[in-house]
């Protein structure tokens, strides 16, 4: 069974300050794994993905992650938080190739919150 | 944005009546889903759909049904709400040989 788990429920950041949303995932086959961000009263919106090749992977907005099989984590970072930044972030995995690709499993989300 | 669009977007309902909630997309893809949010718990699936009238269950399908007469509607019934079906629904699609699933903007339900 796979699963993800998402550490800080709220992360509360300066603006112009790193930010970092961590994430560890539990899965019995390769995973794809994925960050989406939810705005407020909004759909969620995809960040950016992990399948295969590169572990270093770089979405929208200045975001990226890095794929670390061996402490199975897949942390978000962005060197420079902007007020526009605050939203909820979610992180989930799906069986990679061969797997149920399709079936997403998130994690409780994590709400970052931007100070002047 | 992909073409995702829910109805209604917010309803407020006794309990024990029926509500049917409805996804539509413009993309033709074949996946459709159905998912609730909730604190404290991110988003959970409730169905799928994998093509015309092929529907499976997902983590949490107690208490709702699902229908796919066409490639682009999805619709999820709730047979007798509860007031633990207070939720955000969201609706995705994703296309057959990719990854990546896409929202609608959710359907605010509240059930009294």
């Known amino acids: ?116 | 944005d992909a073409g995702i669009t829910q109805s209604p977007r917010h309803k407020v309902t006794e309990t024990g009546t029926p509500v049917t909630l409805r996804c539509h997309q413009t993309e033709n893809h074949r996946y459709m889903y159905w998912y609730r949010q909730d604190p404290g718990h991110g988003l959970r699936l409730i169905h799928y759909s994998y093509g015309v009238k092929d529907t499976d269950k997902g983590e949490v399908s107690d208490g709702y049904s699902v229908s796919r007469s066409k490639t682009e509607d999805f619709l999820l019934t709730l047979e007798s709400a509860t007031s633990s079906q207070t939720s955000v629904y969201f609706c995705a699609i994703s296309e057959l040989g990719t990854d990546t699933q896409y929202f609608g903007p959710g359907t605010r339900l509240t059930v009294l």
């Open chain 1, 1 to 116: 069974a796979q699963s993800v788990t998402q550490l800080g429920s709220h992360v509360s950041v300066s603006e112009g300050a790193l930010v970092l949303l961590r994430c560890n995932y539990s899965s019995s086959v390769p995973p794809y794994l994925f960050w989406y961000v939810q705005y407020p009263n909004q759909g969620l919106q995809l960040l950016l993905k992990y399948t295969t090749g590169a572990t270093l992977v770089k979405g929208i907005n200045g975001f990226e992650a890095e794929f670390k099989k061996s402490e199975t984590s897949f942390h978000l970072t962005k060197p420079s938080a902007h007020m526009s930044d605050a939203a909820e972030y979610f992180c989930a995995v799906t069986p990679g190739r061969g797997g149920a690709t399709n079936k997403l499993i998130f994690g409780t989300g994590t709400l970052l919150a931007v100070q002047p």
